[in-house]
């Protein structure tokens, strides 16, 4: 995820610092806890915004972040906030907290990360949906003495997944335990009995399931069965370009 040179992080992050070179030389003491206050906030306002960049970069490298990404129009606010603030503590930083300036830059910040967070969270959970719902076509399939341990399976496998990875993801490792979920989860799908269903139709559920279908691959047949037996609903369509693995 490409930043301008100065980015918001850099800018709260060399304000910061002025502030701890200023309030270790000042004697004022309410100027000092208004510094001391700012400083904390800032600290972790910080360590928000590196890990949420960090988990931003780690996304976009699996071409999983869009364009319109960034809220651009609050990223520029607080950056403006910023640079007033920093102006304030060059020529008169005893005005630092005046017409509610820091206030409205850190409820902004606060409000960035929170969007950040969302759509990061939304991204991510996509993500592992899209790996780990394989089964959903054969959910009718359930009852059958057959299939209830093979779906019994694949269901723990996602749940285990889901909690395991219930935060954003950090590094490379929380991408590997999905492909690794994925890949167990496909293998028990290619091992379904599903009894007396014609083979042309387990065959196209089974990849519908695992890595997608082109509706040229839906014959007549194949869409009639899954009519009678009611299990169109269970199929979905989708026009959209599938991430890289």
């Not at 709260?12 to 502030?19: M, N, S």
Request: with cysteine.
């Amino acid at each position: 995820m490409s930043t301008p040179k100065s980015t918001f992080l850099a800018q709260a992050t060399d304000l910061q610092v002025k502030i701890v070179k200023i309030g270790s030389a000042e004697k004022n003491k309410e100027l000092l806890s208004h510094f001391k206050g700012v400083h904390e906030a800032l600290e972790q306002h910080v360590a928000n915004a590196k890990n949420l960049f960090g988990t931003g970069k780690l996304l976009q490298d699996h071409d999983l972040v869009p364009k319109d990404f960034l809220p651009r129009g609050k990223v520029a606010s607080v950056r403006r906030k910023i640079g007033t603030l920093r102006k304030r503590l060059k020529e008169n930083r005893s005005e630092l907290m005046t017409q509610n300036t820091w206030a409205s830059c850190e409820k902004e910040a606060g409000e960035v990360g929170d969007i950040l967070n969302t759509k990061l969270g939304a991204i991510w959970a996509q993500y592992i949906r899209e790996r780990t719902e394989k089964a959903e076509p054969f959910a009718p399939f359930r009852q059958m003495e057959s299939c209830a341990e093979v779906l019994g399976e694949v269901e723990r496998v996602a749940q285990e997944l889901n909690q395991a990875l219930a935060d954003l993801p950090r590094s490379e490792a929380d991408f590997a335990k999905v492909k690794k979920a994925e890949a167990r989860i496909s293998s028990l799908i290619a091992k379904l009995d599903l009894g007396d269903v014609p083979k042309p139709v387990e065959q196209f559920l089974k990849r519908a399931s695992q890595s997608g279908v082109s509706l040229s691959e839906l014959s007549e047949d194949v869409l009639e069965w899954l009519k009678k037996k009611k299990l169109t609903a269970n199929l979905r369509v989708s026009t959209a370009t599938r991430p890289r693995p």
